[in-house]
C-alpha cells in the first residue's frame, strides 16, 4: 500500500537495522528502523512495530532465525536489509547472499505484505582502506536490485548519492552508520516507500560552509595514516625495556580503535613479552568477541596464528638479542651520568621517547623555555592544564627535552596515569618516594 497506513511493520537484519552506532547505552540503539517506525506511527497510533535485527547475523542466518518470526507476525510493511556482513568475510558468493535475501522477499510479499530493502553504498568511498570490496558491493548491489523487481519490492537506491560516503553520516569504525546516517537511511526508506511528507532532501549534502566534502575524504584518508603511523610506532622491539608502558599506550588505542587488529596483534606479543601470557590470550579472547558480535566475522590469519604461537609458547616470539638497541631515546628509568663519569652516582634520565611529529604550539614551547631555564630563587614549577588527549604530555616531554642539557643533576618523569583506561591514578602517598633525596 504505497503512501498508505501500516497497521504492522516488521524489520528484518543485522547491526545497521538494529540500530547500532545510534543512541547510547541508557536508552539502547535507536536507528533507522525505529526512525521509519515513528514516521509511520505519526500518521497513526495503531502501529505494532517488531525490530528483528541482530548485530553480527548474515544473510543465512537473518533468513533462518528471523524469517518465521517476521511470517508469524502478519505484517502489512517488513523491511529487509543484510548482506554487509558477508561482503566482509574472507569467502563471498554474492549469488548465495542474493538467494537468501530474495527467499525472504518472496516469502513476505506472497504473505501480502508490502516489502522494502536498500542498496548499499561503496565501502571504499568511505574508507580507502575497504578498496578490495567494491566489486562486491557492486556485485550484491546488481543482485538486490535483479530480486526486487521480480517481486515487487521497493528499492531505496541509497548507492548512487555522494552525500551516502560523507563521514559525517558515519560512525568511528566506518562500518556502522552514526545518527545523521540512520536519520538519512530512514529518510531514503520513506521516500522509496511514498510515504506522506516525505522527499529527496536526504540525497541533499550536509552543510559545509567551511570545510567541503573532499576536505572531509581528505580528512579520513590522513586519519587512516595516522592509524598506520601508530602501529609503525608501537613495534614491540623498539620498546624492549618499556613493555609495560607499551602495553598500557596499546590498551589506550584498542579501545578507541577496537575493530584493528594489528593493535590487538601488537598488546597480545607486548604482553607475551612482559610475561603476562595469560592477559596476552584474554585479550585474544576479547577481539574474537568484539569480531563476532559486531562484524560476525573471525580474527584474520595473522592474529590466529599469533594466538597459537603465543599458546605454544614460540621461541620466535622472543626479542632478538639486537632488539634491546632499537632505541630511540634512554629507556624509562635508565640511569647515566651526563658527565660520562662512571664511579659517581647514577642520574636518572627518565623523560619518554620525544614525539618527532611534534608541530605547533611555538608560543607554549617559548613560554615554558623561559619559565625552566630563566633567573631566580626556588623551584620553579609548571602546570598545563587542559582537556584529555589534548597534548598536554607531548607538549611537557617535548620542552623539557628542549632544556635537558640544563638540568645536568638528572631528569624525573612520572605518569600519574589520570587518563590512563584500567589503570589507577596515582595518590600523592604513592609519589612521595619518587621525589630525589
Request: hydrophobic share 40%; net charge neutral.
Amino acid at each position: 500500500m504505497p503512501g498508505g497506513d501500516y497497521l504492522r511493520y516488521v524489520a528484518l537484519g543485522d547491526s545497521q537495522t538494529e540500530g547500532l552506532g545510534d543512541g547510547d547505552d541508557s536508552t539502547g540503539p535507536r536507528g533507522w528502523a525505529d526512525r521509519l517506525a515513528e514516521r509511520l506511527a505519526a500518521g497513526g497510533p495503531t502501529l505494532q512495530y517488531a525490530n528483528l535485527a541482530v548485530r553480527g547475523h548474515l544473510a543465512a542466518q537473518v533468513h533462518a532465525e528471523q524469517l518465521g518470526p517476521a511470517l508469524a507476525l502478519r505484517p502489512d510493511l517488513a523491511t529487509v536489509v543484510a548482506g554487509v556482513n558477508d561482503l566482509l568475510r574472507p569467502r563471498f558468493d554474492a549469488d548465495e547472499v542474493a538467494g537468501h535475501l530474495e527467499a525472504m522477499f518472496a516469502a513476505l510479499t506472497a504473505q501480502g505484505a508490502h516489502v522494502a530493502t536498500l542498496t548499499f553504498p561503496d565501502i571504499a568511498r568511505i574508507t580507502p582502506l575497504a578498496r578490495p570490496l567494491s566489486p562486491r558491493v557492486a556485485a550484491l548491489n546488481h543482485r538486490i536490485r535483479a530480486a526486487a523487481h521480480r517481486h515487487g519490492v521497493v528499492v531505496a537506491e541509497t548507492s548512487h548519492h555522494p552525500v551516502v560516503t560523507d563521514p559525517r553520516l558515519w560512525s568511528q569504525d566506518r562500518l556502522h552508520a552514526g545518527p545523521l546516517g540512520h536519520e538519512r537511511i530512514a529518510a531514503a526508506v520513506a521516500h522509496a516507500l511514498q510515504l506522506p511528507g516525505s522527499g529527496d532532501s536526504w540525497t541533499h549534502p550536509l552543510p559545509s560552509p567551511v570545510v567541503t566534502l573532499s576536505g572531509w575524504r581528505a580528512a579520513a584518508v590522513l586519519a587512516e595514516e595516522h592509524l598506520r603511523v601508530q602501529a609503525r610506532w608501537f613495534d614491540v622491539g623498539r620498546w624492549h625495556d618499556r613493555l609495560g608502558e607499551l602495553v598500557t599506550e596499546i590498551r589506550t588505542i584498542t579501545a578507541t580503535h577496537p575493530l584493528c587488529e594489528r593493535f590487538w596483534a601488537q598488546l597480545m606479543l607486548a604482553l607475551h613479552r612482559c610475561g603476562r601470557q595469560a592477559e596476552a590470550l584474554q585479550a585474544y579472547g576479547s577481539v574474537v568477541t568484539l569480531l563476532r558480535d559486531e562484524l560476525g566475522v573471525d580474527p584474520g590469519g595473522e592474529l590466529r596464528r599469533l594466538h597459537q604461537a603465543i599458546l605454544s609458547d614460540d621461541p620466535g616470539l622472543a626479542l632478538s638479542p639486537g632488539a634491546a638497541r632499537v632505541m630511540v631515546a634512554p629507556a624509562a628509568h635508565e640511569v647515566t651520568r651526563a658527565d660520562g663519569d662512571r664511579d659517581g652516582p647514577p642520574v636518572p634520565a627518565e623523560l619518554p621517547v620525544n614525539v618527532t611529529t611534534f608541530t605547533g604550539r611555538r608560543s607554549e614551547l617559548r613560554f615554558l623555555h623561559n619559565v625552566l631555564t630563566g633567573d631566580g630563587p626556588g623551584p620553579r614549577r609548571v602546570a598545563i592544564v587542559g582537556a584529555g588527549g589534548t597534548g598536554k604530555s607531548a607538549l611537557a616531554v617535548h620542552a623539557a627535552r628542549g632544556v635537558a642539557e640544563r638540568f645536568p643533576d638528572g631528569l624525573l618523569y612520572v605518569n600519574l596515569h589520570g587518563a590512563t583506561p584500567n589503570a589507577e591514578p596515582l595518590r600523592r602517598t604513592r609519589l612521595s618516594g619518587r621525589a630525589p633525596g
